[in-house]
């Protein structure tokens, strides 16, 4: 009986150790924004203090950081969501020649490191003159989007009946229509899945903006935050930490939003068998 | 469908044009300038800025004679295989299996607690993590609460530092692909093995892993793939150092071509990162079987 309830018992202690240890490091970020005196080690703060945040977000430098941010972000999540839907309307309906061959290079790319073309990227803004350019930048980040956005909205659409397109042109309606009024609206948990995912990957992403963009004016809230704790040699944690916990709830927001809808990108959208 | 192919054929190529448009400049056209510049001696500043020359294969030879680039491949090997392999996918199992049955209420907390990790953008990882390894930071205050003398973590294991903080930022993803395949194991056969006497550990072995073999190749080379691009987490926690003690092949590859602006250069480390990719993308490809 002994080694039965031993068998019971171990699986929560090791459990409970390995969410100790992933939770010390995020604890303090907590505990430090709201601390006016944060120092390196966790601590509990002796009074709770807005202070930081406040010093945060009095300054329109962060304002505008936090503003560049979301415009890259939305626009992305927007872009990717316009021309991912209209690429994965062929594919999903039109019986095509290079189908096959079309979704495998986007599959290809979905999974090639982006980091490996920045240098490059980069040559090529330089050449069109386009460094420190937010537009182009969003137009980049885009396009390393896309593929994952077509692959998914692909998916997504796949799974809605042709039958309901179908008697929507027998009453009249043209692509356009079909595609706004009936197939978009059926494919809503889709593109919520899609536009969040890539709001989030944009919205973190330190690499791209750091490269392409010159002026520490336009920075996004990703390389602010750098500069932060570049410049600053680490002193004012407190603050630190504030920016980094309203850096990060976007993030944290939307993943609660898409959670219901989450678990079908993890089945790898579908397409694996087994 | 009473529109001819023709007209399929037209409409099809407006509804592709924009994404085709957007690949073809800002995706496929980096790639293919990779493999050009990537053979010239282009550089950031100086004559080799305004007139840069076709070089042939020189760069790839001072690669390889270069100790700094054998030394990156060998520092992302050990990424890889220190954080993604065994850590990500490892642990990722792991809790995934050991959360399976297990109290609702008791699972959601840590799979929040993991989830929020994940969840973190990759910058502040870094910045929650340089503090928490800090010589005054929480882990060190925790060894001296224990009587031990603190150790400067990013000094003296730097490499093991930067995996714990990617295996902490990463592990949510394998715990989420693993729990999603673990629920599709059914439940009648691993009764059924349970009634024949098969301990938990023959059940793990024989059955669960044999029947979740797709998922965990798929996750492995997922991992490995994402692992692979990892530059942000290491460059704001070690920047590559001390020395070349976390210097990966991105980072390797950024000090080349915007620190020493040998950008020819940077980009011939970029193609060898970019072939690793392409050769990772291939078997994650035939991993999946795709369904069109």
């Known amino acids: 009986m002994n080694r039965f309830r031993l068998e019971k018992t171990v699986p929560y202690i090791v459990l ?20 006016a005196n944060a120092k ?12 930081n945040f406040s010093a945060i977000l009095s300054d329109p430098a962060n304002i505008r950081a936090f503003i560049i941010g979301l415009f890259l972000s939305i626009g992305q999540a927007t872009l990717v969501v316009i021309v991912g ?5 062929p594919l999903s309906r039109y019986a095509l020649k290079y189908k096959k061959p079309f979704m495998f290079s986007i599959l290809f790319m979905t999974s090639l490191p982006i980091t490996a073309v920045m240098v490059p990227v980069y040559q090529l803004f330089m050449f069109l003159n386009l460094q420190d350019s937010l537009v182009a930048t969003m137009l980049f980040l885009t396009a390393s989007g896309l593929p994952y956005g077509i692959w998914m909205l692909k998916n997504f659409m796949d799974a809605v009946p042709l039958e309901l397109e179908e008697s929507a042109w027998v009453d009249g309606a043209s692509i356009w229509t079909c595609l706004r009024k009936v197939v978009a609206p059926l494919m809503v948990p889709g593109i919520c899945t899609v536009a969040i995912f890539t709001f989030s990957m944009s919205w973190g992403n330190f690499f791209v903006p750091y490269i392409l963009i010159q002026s520490p004016d336009k920075f996004p809230a990703s390389v602010t935050i750098y500069q932060f704790f570049g410049t600053y040699g680490m002193v004012e944690y407190g603050k630190l930490a504030a920016f980094s916990v309203i850096y990060t709830m976007p993030a944290v927001i939307l993943y609660l939003f898409s959670q ?15 | 469908m009473n529109s001819s192919s023709k007209t399929l054929t037209i409409r099809s190529i407006f509804f592709l044009l924009p994404s085709w448009l957007l690949l073809l400049i800002f995706f496929i056209g980096p790639i293919l300038l990779t493999f050009y510049f990537s053979f010239t001696n282009l550089a950031l500043t100086g004559a080799q800025a305004q007139q840069m020359q076709f070089v042939g294969f020189d760069n790839f030879v001072m690669m390889f004679q270069d100790a700094n680039f054998r030394i990156s491949v060998v520092k992302t090997i050990l990424f890889l295989l220190l954080s993604a392999i065994i850590g990500q996918q490892l642990l990722g199992f792991l809790l995934a299996f050991l959360m399976k049955e297990k109290n609702t209420t008791f699972r959601r907390i840590i799979g929040i607690i993991i989830i929020a990790g994940w969840v973190t953008p990759e910058i502040v990882v870094a910045f929650c993590w340089v503090a928490f390894l800090n010589d005054n930071g929480t882990l060190n205050a925790i060894i001296q609460a224990l009587g031990m003398n603190g150790v400067t973590w990013l000094y003296t294991f730097p490499l093991i530092s930067v995996c714990i903080a990617n295996i902490w930022h990463g592990t949510a993803f394998s715990m989420l692909v693993f729990q999603a395949s673990l629920d599709d194991v059914p439940k009648s056969i691993e009764e059924a093995a349970k009634i024949d006497g098969a301990s938990k550990l023959q059940i793990l072995f024989r059955l669960i892993i044999p029947i979740v073999k797709g998922s965990i190749v798929t996750n492995m080379i997922l991992v490995t793939l994402q692992t692979l691009g990892v530059f942000t987490l290491i460059y704001a926690m070690t920047g590559g150092g001390p020395g070349t003690a976390t210097q990966t092949l991105p980072i390797f590859m950024y000090n080349q071509a915007f620190v020493n602006y040998q950008l020819g250069y940077g980009t011939a480390i970029s193609l060898v990162l970019l072939l690793i990719g392409v050769v990772a993308s291939l078997f994650y490809i035939r991993s999946m079987k795709v369904q069109l």
């Open chain 1, 260 to 274: 219901k809808f989450m678990s079908k990108g993890f089945s790898f959208g579908g397409a694996t068998k087994g």
């Open chain 1, 40 to 51: 390196q080690a966790l601590s509990m703060p002796s009074s709770f203090t807005l202070t």
């Open chain 1, 85 to 89: 839907v209209l690429a994965a309307y």
């Open chain 1, 16 to 35: 409970s150790l390995i969410g100790i240890l992933f939770l010390l490091p995020l604890l303090w970020v907590i505990f430090a924004s709201f601390d």
